[in-house]
C-alpha cells in the first residue's frame, strides 16, 4: 500500500516546480499554464487527504477547484487575447506601460 | 505458468484484451469494405468487386498500400506532435473499446470466472466520455503540426465541431442516467429488462426518443462523419486535418475514424436500444428465440455455400462454400448446452450494433454534407437547447413518478 | 512492492517528467501537451486513491476542455518558440539549491508526520461504488449554495470571455 505521505510529496514537488515555472517563464500562456499544474498539486493533497481521513468534503472541494479553474482559465485567454492584440507580444515583460 | 496462477486476473484480462482487439481490427477492416458496397448500391454501381470474391480481400489489399507507401514527413512539420497525432487517435479511440460489455453473461477462462467486458467500472460512462475528449487533441495537434495552410484550417474547424456536438452529446445522455441512476452499464442495461404488456421492449429509446435522436446526430458529427464532414472533405479543403499524413499514419488515423464509430454505435446500443437484450419476452411461448444464433449463422452458411457455387467468379466458387462451411460449423456450435445460454448476449448486442453502423453508412450514401457555419449553428442553437429541453423534461417526469 | 507502489511510482514519475517538460519546453504547444500528461497521471492517481469520478470529472473537465482551451488560444495566437529567459546567476546558484533543500525538508516533515499512519488505511482502495451518490448527496444538501454560486459564476465567466474577446468592430 503507498503511504500517503508519498502524495503529499509528490503534490510539493509538483507545486514548487508550478511555482519555479510560474516565477521563470517569460511567454503569459505558459505562465497560466503553470498555475493550472499548482491547482493541480493542491487537487491531488486534497484527494490524498481525502482519502486518509474517509471524508468527501476534500472531493468536494475538489471538484469546486476545477470548476473555478475552467471559468479562470476562460477569463484569462480572453484577457491574454486582449493583450496579444494590444501588445503584439506574448512576452509578460512587454505588458510594462504602469510600470513605474 | 506460475506467472498464471499467481496473477490470474492479469492474466485473463490480457487475453480478453488480446482477443477484443483481433476482433476489433477485423471489423474495422471489414466495415470499410460494408460501406464501400453499401454506398456503392445506394449509388447504382457496384462497389469492390475484383479483389477477392466480391472485394473482400479489398481492405487487405488497402492495408498492404497503407503499409508500403512512402511515408512523407514535411520538413516544417513540428516531430513530436506530428507523430503523436495519429497514435494518440487510435489508441484512445481503442481505449474506449475496454469499458463495453457485451453479455451479461459470466465465462470462465483459464478456471477463472470473468465478465464479458475488460474492465467492469461503476463509473464507465463518464469514464468513457473523459476517454473520447481526449481524442480531441489529436485532431488539434495533427492539423497544427503539419505547418500547413488546409491541414490547420481543417484541424481547428474539426476540433471546434467536435467539441460543440460533445456538449449536445453528454447533455442528450443524462436523460437516460436519470431513468437507471447509475453509470455502470450492467444497471443501465438491467434497467431496460422486462417488457410492457409482455411483448414491448423496455428499452430506453421509447421513453427517450428525442434524447436518442439527439444522441445520434451529436454522435456522427462528433465522429466527423457526413453529413457532418466537412473538414474532411475532398472538394473542400483537399482531406483536412491529415493532408501531410501519408501511409501507416493515415491509416491509423482512418481506422481511428471507424473506430470511433465503433464505439459511439456500441455506446448507442448500450444506453438506448437496450444491450444484450433481446426484443421478444423471456417467457415460455418464447423459447424458440434462443435458437435465432445458431439458426441465423445457418442460414448465413447455407447462402454462403449455395452463393457461392453459383458465383460468376472462380474465386467466389472456391472461398464461399468454405466459409459457408465455417459459419455452419459455428451453427452447430451455438446449439450446444454450454454455449447456448452465453451466445444470446453478444449476439443481440451485434445485431443491434450493426444495425447502427448500416444506419450510419445509410446516412453517408444518402444526405448532402453540412456547410460549416449550418453545421456550428445546428449544434449550438438546435441542438444543444433540444437535449437541454430533453433533460429538463426527463428530469420532471421522474420527479413526478418519484412523489 | 505492489501493483498499487507500482502504479504510484510510474504515474508519480510521469507527473514530475511532465512537469519538468512544462517548464523547460521551448514550444508553448509543447508545454500544453506536458501538462495535459501531468493532469492525465494525477487522474490515475486518483483512481488509485479510491475517487474514480473525480478521476473521470479531471478527464472530462480539466484535460479534455480547458487544455483544449489553452492549446486553441496557444495556436490562433501563433505563440512561437519561447525566448530563453536570462536566468540570473544568484537564482541558478543559490536558488535552486535552496529549493532542493526546502522540498527535502519539506518531505522529511511530511514524512515525520503522516509515514507512521497505519499505511492499511491510505494507498490503493477499490473504488466506491457509492461514490457519486454520495458525492451528489452532499453538493445538493451541505453545498448546494457554492453549486449554485459556481453556476453563476460560470455564466459570468462565459459572458466575459464572450465580451472581452470580441474584436472592436
Known amino acids: 500500500m503507498v503511504p500517503i505521505s508519498y502524495y503529499l510529496i509528490l503534490s510539493a514537488v509538483l507545486f514548487g516546480l508550478g511555482v519555479i515555472g510560474f516565477v521563470f517563464k517569460r511567454n503569459i500562456i505558459t505562465i497560466f499554464m503553470a498555475i493550472e499544474l499548482m491547482l493541480n498539486a493542491v487537487n491531488l493533497a486534497f484527494v490524498a487527504f481525502s482519502r486518509e481521513f474517509n471524508q468527501l468534503d476534500g472531493l468536494i472541494f475538489v471538484f469546486f477547484v476545477i470548476v473555478v479553474a475552467a471559468a479562470e482559465a476562460a477569463v484569462g485567454l480572453a484577457i491574454v487575447m486582449v493583450i496579444a492584440r494590444n501588445r503584439k507580444s506574448l512576452n509578460v515583460e512587454d505588458v510594462n506601460l504602469l510600470k513605474f | 505458468m506460475e506467472f498464471v496462477t499467481h496473477h490470474p486476473v492479469l492474466v485473463v484480462s490480457l487475453i480478453k484484451i488480446a482477443i477484443a482487439l483481433f476482433v476489433v481490427m477485423t471489423a474495422l477492416a471489414y466495415l470499410t469494405w460494408f460501406e464501400r458496397k453499401v454506398v456503392a448500391r445506394i449509388q447504382s454501381r457496384w462497389g469492390p468487386y475484383w479483389v477477392g470474391p466480391h472485394g473482400l480481400l479489398q481492405p487487405l489489399a488497402d492495408g498492404i498500400k497503407f503499409l508500403f507507401k512512402e511515408d512523407i514527413v514535411p520538413p516544417a512539420a513540428d516531430k513530436i506532435s506530428y507523430v503523436l497525432a495519429p497514435f494518440l487517435a487510435l489508441a484512445l479511440a481503442l481505449t474506449t473499446l475496454a469499458l463495453i460489455p457485451i453479455g451479461p453473461a459470466t465465462i470462465s477462462i483459464l478456471g477463472q470466472p470473468t465478465q464479458l467486458v475488460i474492465s467492469h467500472s461503476n463509473v464507465a460512462l463518464i469514464l468513457l466520455f473523459a476517454i473520447s475528449s481526449i481524442g480531441i487533441y489529436a485532431v488539434v495537434l495533427a492539423g497544427w503540426s503539419s505547418n500547413s495552410k488546409y491541414p490547420l484550417m481543417g484541424g481547428l474547424r474539426s476540433s471546434a465541431q467536435m467539441i460543440s456536438y460533445e456538449v449536445s452529446l453528454t447533455l442528450s445522455v443524462v436523460g437516460v442516467l436519470l431513468i437507471a441512476g447509475s453509470f455502470d452499464f450492467y444497471d443501465i442495461v438491467g434497467g431496460q429488462s422486462g417488457h410492457w404488456a409482455h411483448f414491448f421492449p423496455k428499452w430506453h429509446i421509447f421513453p427517450q426518443i428525442l434524447g436518442f435522436i439527439c444522441y445520434l446526430t451529436a454522435a456522427i458529427a462528433e465522429t466527423n462523419r457526413v453529413p457532418f464532414d466537412l473538414p474532411e472533405a475532398e472538394t473542400e479543403l483537399v482531406a483536412g486535418f491529415h493532408t501531410e499524413y501519408s501511409s501507416f499514419k493515415f491509416a491509423m488515423f482512418f481506422m481511428a475514424e471507424y473506430a470511433n464509430m465503433i464505439t459511439v454505435s456500441c455506446l448507442a446500443t448500450l444506453l438506448f436500444l437496450g444491450g444484450w437484450l433481446s426484443p421478444f419476452p423471456e417467457t415460455g411461448a418464447w423459447r424458440w428465440q434462443l435458437y435465432l444464433p445458431a439458426a441465423g449463422l445457418i442460414i448465413a452458411g447455407i447462402g454462403l455455400i449455395v452463393g457461392g457455387l453459383r458465383g460468376v467468379q472462380l474465386s467466389a466458387k472456391l472461398v464461399f462454400p468454405v466459409l459457408g462451411i465455417v459459419c455452419l460449423g459455428v451453427g452447430y456450435l451455438c446449439t450446444l448446452p454450454g454455449v447456448m445460454p452465453v451466445i444470446q448476449g453478444p449476439f443481440w448486442f451485434t445485431a443491434k450494433v450493426f444495425f447502427l453502423l448500416f444506419f450510419y453508412v445509410w446516412a453517408r450514401g444518402t444526405l448532402p454534407r453540412f456547410r460549416y457555419d449550418q453545421l456550428m449553428s445546428f449544434g449550438w442553437k438546435f441542438l444543444l437547447p433540444l437535449s437541454l429541453i430533453n433533460l429538463v423534461v426527463t428530469s420532471l417526469v421522474v420527479v413526478l413518478r418519484l412523489r | ?169
Not at chain 3, 510521469?14 to 501531468?38: D, N, Q, T, W, Y
Not at chain 3, 454520495?134 to 449554485?148: A, D, G, I, N
Open chain 3, 1 to 169: 512492492m505492489n501493483i498499487a507502489m507500482l502504479v504510484f511510482i510510474a504515474c508519480g514519475v510521469m507527473a514530475i517528467v511532465g512537469a519538468l517538460a512544462l517548464i523547460l519546453a521551448r514550444e508553448p504547444v509543447h508545454s500544453a501537451l506536458a501538462l495535459v500528461l501531468v493532469m492525465i497521471s494525477l487522474a490515475i492517481l486518483y483512481l488509485l486513491l479510491g475517487a474514480a469520478f473525480i478521476a473521470a470529472i479531471q478527464i472530462l473537465v480539466y484535460a479534455g476542455a480547458i487544455m483544449v482551451l489553452f492549446v486553441f488560444v496557444i495556436m490562433l495566437l501563433n505563440a512561437g518558440e519561447e525566448v530563453r529567459t536570462n536566468v540570473s546567476r544568484l537564482a541558478k546558484w543559490v536558488g535552486l539549491p535552496l529549493g532542493v533543500f526546502f522540498l527535502v525538508e519539506m518531505a522529511y516533515s511530511l514524512f515525520r508526520e503522516y509515514g507512521n499512519r497505519a499505511a492499511a488505511t491510505s494507498g490503493a482502495a477499490a473504488p466506491d461504488p457509492r461514490l457519486t451518490q454520495q458525492l451528489s448527496m452532499k453538493l445538493f444538501t451541505e453545498f448546494v449554495l457554492p453549486f449554485e454560486l459556481t453556476s453563476i459564476l460560470i455564466l459570468i465567466a462565459v459572458l466575459g470571455a464572450l465580451v472581452l474577446a470580441k474584436r472592436e468592430s
